[in-house]
């Protein structure tokens, strides 16, 4: 997962160079446990393809069910709030940061292409339905949860050794096969920083409209999920 904690840890550095080195000695930090993650991701697509006999129409879905595989520790830093222009000392902090999250990923396919209008009798058919969908896994995976300006983001992929899903005749004419698409969900700063130890759940969620890949449609995809964190001493 250290891929997709990359945008963190960058956005992280120009924070830190863009602040004295007596305003990092004074930074602070707030912990917590990111006690559970679990949610689904469901992809929507539609199609084209052309042949001799005229134009195929395709569709499909794919669902990825994820959820975390253990608790991971949170570490949020917090520097001195800054006016931008005059370097004036402002009151309390900015928090942010993010930690990889190991998880499970199940996913669910669907498939259909009507049948080519007026095909020769020479010409092979093409399947009304593939044989191999449904659902495959769990797989391991991660996704990564993190906390800036207001908001719990959560983003996930698989990395490049991990097992895919293999399936042979369930096509996925899509994107964001094996990412799940960039989700957050509001929790206040005044919440974050409370000194509460009760669980604290966040919903999540994210959507995305694409074109098709092949031919004429679109693709929706919608992520939801819920994070729970504890805050830690």
């Known amino acids: 997962?250290?891929?997709?904690?990359?945008?963190?840890?960058?956005?992280?550095?120009?924070?830190?160079?863009?602040l004295a080195p007596s305003a990092q000695a004074k930074s602070r930090f707030l912990r917590f446990q990111v006690v559970s993650v679990k949610g689904q991701q469901t992809a929507n697509?539609?199609?084209?393809?052309?042949?001799?006999?005229g134009t195929i129409h395709r569709s499909g879905s794919q669902t990825i069910s994820f959820e975390s595989a253990r608790p991971?520790?949170?570490r949020l830093r917090g520097f001195p709030r800054r006016n931008p222009r005059t370097g004036?000392?402002?009151?309390?902090?900015?928090?942010?940061?993010?930690v990889a999250v190991p998880a499970s990923w199940t996913y669910t396919r669907t498939f259909q292409q009507s049948t080519p209008p007026g095909c020769p009798p020479d010409e092979e058919p093409v399947a009304a339905q593939a044989s191999d969908c449904g659902t495959k896994g769990p797989h391991p995976a991660g996704f990564t949860v993190g906390w800036r300006g207001g908001f719990v983001e959560f983003r996930g992929g698989l990395d490049g050794d991990v097992p895919r899903p293999?399936?042979?005749?369930?096509?996925?004419?899509?994107?964001?096969?094996?990412?799940l698409i960039d989700s957050k969900g509001r929790l206040s700063k005044r919440r974050l920083t409370s000194r509460s130890r009760r669980p604290i759940r966040v919903n999540v969620s994210g959507r995305m409209k694409d074109p098709a890949v092949e031919g004429e449609g679109s693709q929706t995809t919608v992520l939801e999920a819920t994070v729970t964190l504890r805050r830690l001493r």
């Open 72 to 74: 991971a520790r949170l």
């Open 166 to 179: 293999i399936y042979r005749n369930c096509e996925y004419e899509g994107v964001h096969e094996n990412t």
């Open 88 to 98: 004036k000392r402002r009151r309390g902090f900015d928090y942010f940061g993010g």
């Open 1 to 18: 997962m250290r891929t997709f904690l990359a945008g963190l840890v960058v956005a992280g550095a120009f924070v830190a160079l863009a």
């Open 45 to 53: 697509w539609t199609g084209t393809r052309g042949s001799g006999c």
